[in-house]
């Protein structure tokens, strides 16, 4: 998050669930066309009692036992929390924490928890990766950098689904179906992932909630010795971050959200505002394409989208060779996952650039492989962390689903199509996926106000493809103490992406509390 980098690097934000349940959540059944505010007349979350409830109490007061983690400079602990908050006694479940510990000078503040999105991003995987190591000195100089990996998540009893080949096959799915034939495919497909959630991860996939997650994070404060939590969430992580705030706002200290999301809106609403981000972000990719002398995709800007999504058409008929020793060719579903994990990083577009010109020009599809891969988190070996299994899980027991059928989906791909000519359909399709999850939701849109938060600072990227800009207008507005720091430019979250204004605005946030100014802009 605070250096520019590839999707092939370290990748915070909300995640594709594969191609084939590609967006952020998948939620309601709400209308799509509504200009309406969604946040009005949602039901506010409530703030939970301040007082600990004495079936929690053994848990606010465990002691972390810190050991090697086997990356230099980084300690390791478990953290048990239980399974399920509503019957305490029930059972627990095993939470991986990592930290690192201030370095100094300076006078430690106290602990900075981390998360980098997904839901079903590693933030201990980032902390070690890229937080500990890489966020701004003077912020690790007076913080004990601290990661969680919710519950459901990587190192922390995380959920399964299917194997690598499963996945393979899953990754590959047509989500453009010309037909009945290649629909019913689809939904099998959706059904078997679900069902290979179920089966494998019966008990947890009903305790996986954004609520829970938080609440744990309210157990980690306490056993770090914390009396207020500091927090830097992006994407995904800044839901996370605000549901903290609306169920403990006393508990409250500095906290960032970066590339925010808006806990208002239903599923539907939701994957069309992302659909039209992800086309806001690939015109400035096109704008910047014709620019180059090796843009594969024509020399005017309008030539672009028209070209890529011929070249998507091209590959729904004939898919590509890409050498992968698994014999995988480059579907159309593979081909358009690489191309929308470029837009998550301006960085990245010369990789696309050469991706797309090896596959149009040279019938390569070995570069947009990469990217889509890497966007999976599948390794050289054919397996897949489980990223894409609790991005799924978490989102499906959130929020009701976008869609219940088939029929839903193609009455609304004409407001998707608009919102996107070049992603929109396979967008609309792959908001399917919760439709055939094996466990009720049980969350709704709802507004978070954490009246009584300290000052709480919410950063929105204009341009940004997965977290649109106006996601963090609705959020600020909703927050009681909100500030929001605007970044003028291209790519997924703010912080530590090039922009002085911004960083030196929240390093001196997070180092020295100074409060930030409401609706400052930076570029």
Known sequence: MHTRRSPHRFRTGVTLV????????????????????????????????????????????????WRDCGVPGFQCATMRAPLDYAHPG????????????????????GSLLVNPGGPGGSAVGYLQQYAGVGYPAQVRARYDMVAVDPRGVARSEPVECLDGREMDAYTQTDVTPDDQRETDELVDAYKEFAEGCGAQSPKLLRHVSTVEAARDMDILRAALGDRKLTYVGASYGTFLGATYAGLFPKQVGRLVLDGAMDPSLPSRRMNLDQTAGFETAFRSFAKDCVRQPDCPLGTKTAQVGKNLKAFFDRLDARPLPTGDADGRRLTESLATTGVIAAMYDESAWEQLREALTSAIRENDGAGLLVLSDSYYERDAEGDYANLMFANSAVNCLDLPAAFNGPDEVRKALPDFEKASPVFGEGLAWASLNCAYWP?????????????????????GTTRDPATPYRWAQSLARQLSSAR????????????????????????AYLVRGTPVRDGKRCS
Do not use: M, W
């Open 18 to 65: 594969s191609f084939a349940a590609l967006l952020v959540s998948a939620c309601s059944s709400g209308s799509s066309t509504s200009t309406a505010s969604p946040a009005a007349g949602r039901a506010v979350l409530a703030a939970l009692p301040q007082a600990t409830p004495s079936a929690l109490a053994p848990y606010y007061g465990q002691k972390l036992s």
């Open 439 to 459: 466990v009720a939701p049980t969350g709704e849109p709802h507004r978070i106000e954490a009246k009584g938060a300290a000052p709480i600072v919410v950063v």
């Open 484 to 507: 929001l720091l605007t970044y003028r430019g291209d790519g997924h979250t703010a912080y530590g992406r090039g922009s002085s204004c911004i960083d030196s605005t929240i390093n």
């Open 90 to 109: 029930t059972g627990d479940v095993r939470l991986a924490v990592a930290r690192k510990k201030a370095t100094g000078p300076g006078k430690r503040i």
